[in-house]
């Protein structure tokens, strides 16, 4: 769902309604819901946060049966939007059907009276927590139009994230929504955490949590609303509580009009320094390992670069933290049969063009026919192939499974490839 709009200037109101949730109980916690509601009796225009997973809790053994449930929830949450003039936001379980089976994300939700003004994924899954083991990580965070302007959303630990909340407040958002379970024990960098979004981006922040005990874990509760200069303007307790503040997008304007930490985006990044030798490549994917990045490596020629070549590399780099391509030089290329007039492009202009795009962290050449000394030597956590290759015959499959890691076979985008450019190249 596209979420695109002009900013507004009018002034609204947000908040929180924080509450205990209850593991697996949807029915009582639509009721909290409800009766927190009858006691804020909030005023509309506005926006009012609910926790993480508001209805159901990380029921983890029952996640499918609670999603199929979440189109009946969004309508009651309409209703109640409707019955107060207001948007309600909060996460819920999401189920996506596909060809091999479904995904289920963890998925925060705008709501106003006329439906789902749109959505936005968990990106970051706290694996201590499981997380990463029962739902799938959202992409392309958008803010949401709500008609009180754009709304930024995050999901729990995705605050400790900047680049998450920054992508979207430079797109226009004015408030800045969190829905989350974030434990007492780290209160404080909660509350901090909050703050520095506020801060750095110069927006407005509600972030709502949930309160109470389940289980082994007692919940912080401390929802927030801050100003865009970072000032706290409500703050919840350990209890269950709420707050209705005004928010007057024009103190943002003012704000950033005496500075501006939004706006500008200047890229001050050399592409070309991304291009390496295998010894300095593997000294910094140790390093990258060391802290806990994932690495990612493929191969290829990628003489013309087309969109199926970008297609796949996109994907292989949301397999990790890193993406390494290895690159065929000249000799390399001649020597697996491409015929006498490939490369078309010389090793160090195919580089160089890889380096350029986004998904690529790190561009090595190699001059073997097979890149099986780059995947020893850089041991890469996922190794990736594109086509229909079977792991088993994928060079250095065998090493980076024993270590551990995944070998990945991803299909490239049919009516695209290299040779069928060159023959229209030719014919033309």
């Not at 605050?159 to 920054?166: D, G, N, T, V």
């Not at 919940?219 to 209705?244: K, R």
């Not at 380096?355 to 561009?363: R, T």
Request: overall charge negative; some cysteine.
């Amino acid at each position: 769902m596209k979420n695109i709009s002009e900013t507004t200037s009018a002034r609204y109101h947000a908040g929180f309604l924080q509450f205990a949730v209850q593991l697996a109980e949807p029915e009582a916690n639509l009721a909290a819901v409800r009766a927190g509601l009858a006691r804020l009796a909030p005023a509309g225009p506005g926006i009012l946060m609910l926790p993480e997973l508001w209805s159901c809790g990380f029921a983890y053994e029952r996640l499918q049966h609670f999603a199929l449930q979440t189109e009946e929830v969004l309508a009651e949450m309409q209703r109640l939007a409707g019955q107060y003039g207001i948007h309600l936001a909060g996460s819920l379980p999401e189920e996506v059907l596909t060809e091999v089976g479904g995904a289920i994300y963890n998925t925060l939700y705008i709501v106003g009276s006329r439906g789902v003004c749109g959505s936005i994924r968990k990106q970051q899954l706290f694996a201590p927590m499981a997380e990463d083991r029962y739902f799938s990580h959202g992409d392309n965070p958008q803010p949401v139009d709500t008609g009180l302007g754009l709304v930024a959303g995050l999901v729990c630990y995705d605050l400790r994230f900047p680049e998450l909340a920054k992508t979207q407040a430079a797109q226009g958002a004015g408030l800045l929504v969190v829905s989350a379970q974030w434990p007492e024990a780290r209160r404080e960098q909660w509350r901090t955490l909050a703050m520095a979004r506020a801060i750095e981006n110069q927006i407005f922040v509600v972030a709502c949590n949930r309160c109470g005990i389940t289980g082994k874990t007692e919940f912080g509760g401390h929802s927030l609303v801050i100003g865009p200069d970072g000032t706290v303007l409500a703050e919840g307790g350990a209890e269950p509580d709420t707050a209705w503040v005004e928010i007057d997008p024009a103190k943002m304007q003012e704000l950033r009009q005496r500075f501006n930490t939004v706006g500008p985006v200047p890229y001050r990044f050399d592409d070309q320094n991304k291009i390496m030798e295998l010894e300095e490549l593997a000294a910094l994917t140790a390093r990258y390992r060391a802290v806990g990045r994932k690495v990612v490596f493929t191969n290829g020629c990628f003489d013309i670069l087309h969109q199926g070549h970008v297609t796949y590399l996109e994907q292989a780099r949301r397999e990790g933290d890193c993406l390494v391509v290895g690159v065929n030089s000249d000799a390399s290329v001649r020597a697996l049969g491409k015929g006498d007039d490939r490369p078309v492009n010389h090793e160090q202009s195919r580089a160089r063009i890889l380096a350029a795009l986004g998904c690529v962290d790190h561009v090595v050449i190699f001059g073997e026919e097979t890149p099986h000394r780059l995947i020893t030597t850089l041991r890469p956590e996922v190794l990736v192939k594109g086509g229909d290759w079977p792991v088993e015959k994928i060079v250095g499959a065998t090493e980076v499974l024993a270590a551990g890691g995944r070998v990945l076979s991803i299909p490239l985008v049919e009516n695209y490839s290299t040779t069928s450019l060159l023959k229209k190249i030719r014919t033309l």
